[in-house]
Every structure is written in C-alpha cells, then in structure tokens.
C-alpha cells in the first residue's frame, strides 16, 4: 500500500511496505532512523551497510510508502536484479540494448546494407539496434512516421505506484496503432515479408513509456543523467534511490566529460587535424572544440546554429576573451548542391526543455552521398555532447581540466577534458525528488562525499552506518608484506619475482577452488600471466578492455573447472558468492594513479579526497567474495604499504574491516 502525499513516513506504514516476509533487527533500525530522519527535515539521507544486509528492500518500503520514485543503479545486471527481486519496479534501459524492428524488417526482406560495417553479414553488424534506428536521423520515420513506436499519452496505469500497479496501452489506441499500422508505406515496399502482419510495439519506447508512466522504475545512471534535463520526460518524484552511490562522482564525471579521439572523429572529417596546444592553454583547445563544433554542424546541416551560438556564448559567456573566436574564424557557410533529407536528433524523439537539444531538432539535413544514417546517428550524438561540452567549460573554466593528451610519435590522436566539481551537476540530480535516498556498502568518509557532491553534512545530510554480522572467521584478511609496491619498486625483476611467485603459490593453495586477482593495471596483470606456472596460467581468465566483462564473468560463472579472474577493473560491482570464488587477492593497494592529471588535480585540491577513493576501492575489492553470513573466503594483500594506509586511514576504514585483518592486536 503507497501511502502518496502524506506530510510525514510512520515506522508502521514503512514495515507494512517491506517486500519481504522476514526482516533483520539491523533492517528494522535502519527503517526507523530513516523515518526519522526525513520526519526531521532531513532531505538527504546517506546509508552505509554491508554486502549482505538487504539495502534494497529497505529502498523499496520507503519508496513504495512514499507513493512514486526513481531508482539509479550503476549496471544493466543490478537493474535487472531489481526487477527480478521486485517485478512491480519498471526498467528503463537504452536504445542500444534493443533491435530496430524497421532494421529487421529490412535484413528479413533481404534489403538490409549497412552504411558503416564492411560486412554483409547481417549477424556481424553493431548498429541494428535501435540506437542506430532510422528514426533517430532520417524525418520520414521521425515521431509518429515510425509505426512501431508508442508515446506517453497512450499508456494507462491502474494502482499506480502500488505492487498491483498495472500500466497497458489501452484497447482504443491499439486498434489505432494497428490501423495506422497496416497503412505505412513501409510494409508496402517490403517484398519479401509476409503480410498481413500483426502490429507490436518497439521494445525500447515500450519499455520507456512504461518506466515513465509508472510509480516506480529503475534506471542506470547513464541513462537517468542523460533524460535528466527533459523535465517533460522525468517528473518530479517523491524519492530518489541513488544505489553504489559512491560511484556517482565517477557516473557524474565520465557523463560530463569529453574525449576526442582521431579514430571516432575522423570517421566523420577525413583531414582532421589535431594540434597539441598543451596542458595549460584551455583556452587554445576551447578554439579547436568550436572549430570542430563549426565543421561537424556544416556536416549535418545545422548552420544555422553555428552563428546563433558564437552570439550566445559572446553575450553569455564573453567569449570575446578568445582571440581566435572573437575575429569569428570558426564561422562556415551553408554548404549547397546535392539534395538533402531532413534529420533529427535523437535527444528531441521526445519534447524536451533542453534548449541545446531543441537547437539540433531545427535544419538538420545530411546529404546521403555525405554520410549514411547509421553514421550520421553518431555523428549527431557526437556533436550535441562537444556543444553542452563547449557551454559547459565556457560557463567555469576553472573547473576543467586538460586530464589527458595521448599521441603517437609527433601526432595528437587523443584529448580529453574533464570538470574536476561535479558538484553543480549534482545539483540538478538532487533536486529531482523531494526526498534523497543514497546507498552503499562503502561510503567510508561521509565528509569526504558530502564535499565531492555539494552536499553540506552537518546541515542537509543524515548518516545512518550499519555494522557488518558476517563471521570474522569467514573473511580473514592476510597482510603478506612481500614488498613496498609503488611505481619503482613495481619495475624492479627480484619485486615482480616476489609478486608472481607469492600468487602461484596462493593459486597452488588454493587449486581446487575459483577466484580472483585484483592488479591496478593491465601491465602488473601481464607480467603475472607471463611469469607464473604453466598450470596456473591455464587456470586465468584475463579481461580485456576490447572484451565485454560480462562475457568473461559469464565464462568464470559456467566453468566446472577451477578457473581465477585476473583483472584491474573487476573491484566493484561484482558478484562472486559461493563456490565462484574462494579466494582474492589485491596485489597492490589501489591508491589512484597520481599520474592522471585528473586525479592529481583532485588530489591537490583535497588530499583526503585521494585517500578516501584509495580506501573505497580496496574495501570494495575485498568484498567481491563474501556475500552473505554462510559465505567464506580469504583474502591476501601483497603490498607491505597496507599496514601504512591502515594506519594512516584508521578513521575511515570501518571496524568490521579492521576486525579482519589477521596479526593486528
């Protein structure tokens, strides 16, 4: 029962709302400080509690006596574990996850060729999912011209936000749809398909306009942050779950920032040319991102905006600080000759307040000599993201940094600019729903997060910290102290010696039994598989950054044999209970690599911040193994600078962490 705009929770209404049966006396605490917490003004509540605990059906009783909320996750596996958990919860994933049912009409009537993959293997082609869909280029399959596709206003909902909630398109409409459906030119042109057809929804917008029309529905945080500005799209809520909320600087910063690569970009102006003005000269970089900005607009048709926009940012942003922008050497004329088909962007499938987005609805035309639809989706994606980038660093700077200039002899193939506070992004995340709800096994410092989210801890945020009742006995955590492990000692032979054999030796212990090896890099990784035995390296599952992971943990999970993950990426959001891993090891303690100028930026700027995120990601990795009170596993630390963090950080790493590690009084 949802108890919708009530001025104040009661513990009782939040235990009728648990979606489960049983409860756990450290759940039934964490209920009532939540209740009054948000009885007490709060609006921001910060949870800390184990693997294990049940984080999420206590979400799911605040949000479903709260009446409606949207649910953020860090993967598409948590979200389908949500909705697998709790079937009354809607998922919202992205385009690229669904195929084009125009697309497959095209491969099923043998008229199907690509624009972009050389094959003609239909099977072998990435771009038939929806992301890549005629309606997200070409006008003639845009907003209603697609068949397949529904909208909002269509979809009733019964018991809305309730366990009973039912969301339908109604009979009406359908017969509608179908009608409209066995009209569409489309179908007529379709030689070799059978007709008549029954109409089906595209399962993209389907599962879409089911998500916005519910009470209740999860998204990643990829997806909520890109549908954030749409107000039209994402009403206001009462509550937002932000779930591995110590991710979302990392969601936050990887959404905001920008890299621009010679092999993505050239794919759209052949003679690119990238200069390398430097680390410290934004200014100059800002002039190149407006320069491809000009020649990218040109590209897909939308020149109008290119002097609508230097106005803007002149007026808005003074940009005639720039020399180079100000004399207007990024101004282009419309290009004429072949004909054009009109394009649309993908962002404006639905209205949207996004004025950035609206921009890119007006004049877009792509010659098809020019570019295919496929790469014009790209292309168009690709532009929207440089011009909020653009604005973006106009508005503050001093808040972007130069994090990484990568070439290969004398020449640029790779910049990328990142913010260094995404506090101002937060914002808008945080002012969503009326009441904020942000969980993790490992919030560790919350000060610490409260300063990288703009939160004010004393003020706006309530910390509500559970205790982990796993067994000591069954996550012991054994410091081995082979060496000192930084960047130096990490080039030494008798040091790589001593790591590749203290790990055969482990995986030799442990021979009959999975599990894992977490490195901080792919070159600590390489040399292990390299130099340890023959009948240990056979056992080794190696991610790869041109493989999907889950393609590997798959492989791990339906191994009978006694297969061990060896990986720098594997610390978080993975699941191995049970016989899946019996053992970890952490090679090293994963302080962030102060080479990153990124990293050294927020590292000079708050140096707890830098311990902090060394903390998370070491307690995250040895959690990876044990997932419940009847799981077991040990863990071994390789680096003697173990006993120095813990040491240094004994605020921080919380008790049930510290209890663990063996040879400590």
Not at 104 to 130: L, P, Q, W
Not at 301 to 324: C, F, P, V
Not at 330 to 355: F, H, M, Q
Not at 400 to 406: G, L, T
Request: some cysteine; charged content about 25%.
């Amino acid at each position: 029962m949802s108890n919708q705009g009530k001025s104040s929770l009661t513990v009782a209404d939040l235990i009728k709302n648990f979606p489960f049966v049983y409860k756990r006396e450290s759940q039934n605490y964490v209920i009532n400080e939540i209740c009054e917490a948000f009885n007490s003004g709060y609006k921001h509540i910060l949870l800390e509690a184990p693997t294990g605990f049940g984080k999420s059906p206590v979400a799911i009783a605040v949000a479903m006596t709260m009446g409606s909320s949207y649910i953020c996750t860090s993967t598409k596996d948590l979200q389908t574990q949500y909705s697998r958990d709790f079937s009354f919860l809607k998922v919202a994933k992205g385009a690229n996850n669904f195929r084009c049912l125009v697309k497959e009409d095209f491969i099923k009537n043998k008229t199907y060729r690509c624009g972009v993959c050389a094959s003609d293997d239909n099977d072998e082609c990435r771009h038939t999912s929806v992301e890549y869909g005629p309606c997200m280029t070409n006008e003639s399959f845009q907003d209603h011209a697609c068949k397949y596709r529904t909208f909002v206003k269509d979809y009733k909902v019964t018991n809305k936000g309730s366990k009973d909630e039912q969301i339908y398109i109604n009979k009406s409409d359908e017969i509608n749809y179908q009608k409209e459906f066995s009209q569409w030119l489309h179908l007529k042109n379709l030689k070799y398909v059978k007709k008549p057809r029954e109409w089906k929804p595209c399962e993209y917008f389907n599962q879409l306009n089911i998500a916005l029309s519910s009470g209740h529905s999860i998204f990643n945080y990829s997806n909520f942050l890109a549908f954030l500005p749409n107000s039209k799209i994402l009403h206001p809520r009462e509550l937002l779950v932000l779930d591995e909320g110590h991710l979302l600087e990392t969601e936050i910063v990887k959404f905001r920032g920008l890299s621009i690569t010679k092999r993505r970009w050239k794919r759209y102006i052949q003679d690119l040319q990238m200069v390398d003005y430097g680390y410290d000269d934004l200014e100059q970089w800002i002039e190149f991102l407006i320069e491809l900005e000009t020649r990218m607009l040109t590209l897909i048709g939308n020149t109008s905006m290119i002097e609508l926009l230097a106005l803007q940012r002149k007026i808005k942003y003074g940009l005639h600080s720039l020399d180079g922008v100000a004399k207007g050497e990024y101004e282009s004329k419309p290009t004429t000759g072949s004909k054009k088909k009109r394009v649309v962007s993908a962002s404006n499938l639905y209205d949207s307040d996004d004025e950035i987005a609206q921009k890119y609805q007006e004049n877009i035309s792509i010659s098809g000599a020019n570019i295919s639809e496929e790469l014009a989706a790209d292309a168009i994606r690709d532009t929207e993201r440089l011009t909020i980038t653009i604005n973006n660093i106009l508005s503050n700077p001093r808040n972007w940094i130069i994090a990484e200039i990568k070439k290969e002899g004398y020449e640029v193939i790779k910049v990328e600019l990142k913010p260094l506070d995404i506090s101002p992004y937060c914002k808008h995340v945080f002012e969503k729903c009326s009441k904020v709800l942000i969980m993790s096994a490992t919030i560790l410092d919350p000060k610490a997060f409260c300063r990288s989210v703009g939160l004010m801890y004393d003020k706006e945020v309530k910390f509500i910290q559970v205790k982990s009742d796993f067994p000591i006995e069954n996550r012991p955590i054994y410091p081995m102290n082979i060496a000192y492990l930084n960047f130096n000692n990490l080039q030494l032979p008798d040091i790589k010696s001593s790591i590749t054999k203290t790990i055969d030796n482990i995986m030799t212990i442990h021979k009959k039994d999975k599990g894992i090896v977490h490195t901080t890099s792919y070159e600590q990784l390489n040399f292990i598989k390299e130099k340890i035995s023959q009948e240990n390296t056979r056992r080794l599952l190696v991610t790869d950054p041109e493989i999907q992971r889950d393609e590997i943990i798959q492989e791990h999970i339906n191994s009978i044999k006694p297969t061990v993950l060896i990986s720098p990426s594997l610390h978080t959001g993975l699941d191995l209970k049970g016989e899946l891993s019996r053992f970890q090891i952490i090679t090293k303690v994963p302080y962030p690599n102060k080479n990153d100028r990124w990293i050294n930026a927020k590292r000079n700027l708050d140096e707890d911040w830098y311990y902090w995120q060394t903390a998370l990601k070491l307690v995250q990795a040895s959690g990876r193994s044990i997932r419940s009170k009847e799981d077991w596993a040990k863990t071994y630390i390789l680096d003697s600078a173990f006993g120095y963090f813990v040491n240094k950080n004994r605020d921080i790493l919380p008790d049930w962490f510290m209890q663990a590690v063996r040879g400590r009084s």
